[in-house]
Each structure stands twice: as C-alpha cells, then as structure tokens.
Nanobody
C-alpha cells in the first residue's frame, strides 16, 4: 500500500511554469507505475502523463507534449510534473496516482490505478 500527497499547485499567468510533486509513503515506491491526471470543473478526469517504475518510459497526452515533463526520484519516493508554457486550458485539479499492476498499454486509463492523492489545484490566468 502507498499513500500519495501532491503539492506545488497554485495560480500562475499563462506562459508561466509550475512543478508539481507527488510524495509517496512506504519503501516500495520504485515498484509502482505513476500517473498524473487532471480534472477540470464539469469534465471527466483525463490522462496527462505516466512514468514507469525505473523512469525509463514516459508517455504524454498530446495536449501537454513538449510542455510538460514527468520524472521520478525513487530514492526520495517522489514523482514530479514540470509544467512549462502553461495555458488557461491547463486549469484543473491535478492528481497523481500509483499502481503496481499497470502496464504501458493500459497506463492512460485512470481506472487502472488503485492509489490516488488528494489533488492540487492549478489555475492559469490568461
């Protein structure tokens, strides 16, 4: 079992940057696939980015590719989402999620993840 706590959200102007962190409890963080998802008001939760256990495989939604970077530091039990060139449409609550059984072909689906953080609000003003 793992517990996740996101931080780093806030209010930023369009074109700015934020770095989200996802701190995990436990000593088995390196065995979990990590995903970042977001949910805007009135919309379904959507895939943003994922990273595999070693950090050697990443995947991004087309809407954030080239602007966001997912990474992890297994020694610190923490995953990150660096968000650059932010746009108003990036405004949402951002969640990190973890699961041991996720594989790349299913990693974009939020239903595949068992463990979730509480979310952190990102607001981009235009």
């Amino acid at each position: 079992q793992v517990q996740l706590v996101e931080s780093g959200g806030g209010l930023v102007q369009a074109g700015g940057s934020l770095r989200l962190s996802c701190a995990a409890s436990g000593r088995t963080f390196s065995t979990y696939y990590i995903g970042w998802f977001r949910q805007a008001p009135g919309k379904e939760r959507e895939f943003v980015a994922t990273i595999n256990w070693s950090g050697g495989r990443t995947d991004y939604a087309d809407s954030v590719k080239g602007r966001f970077t997912i990474s992890r530091d297994n020694a610190k039990n923490t995953a990150y989402l660096q968000m650059d060139s932010l746009k108003a449409e990036d405004t949402a609550v951002y969640y990190c999620a973890a699961d041991r059984m996720v594989v790349p072909v299913t990693s974009r689906s939020p239903t595949r993840y068992e463990y979730w953080g509480q979310g952190t609000q990102v607001t981009v003003s235009s």
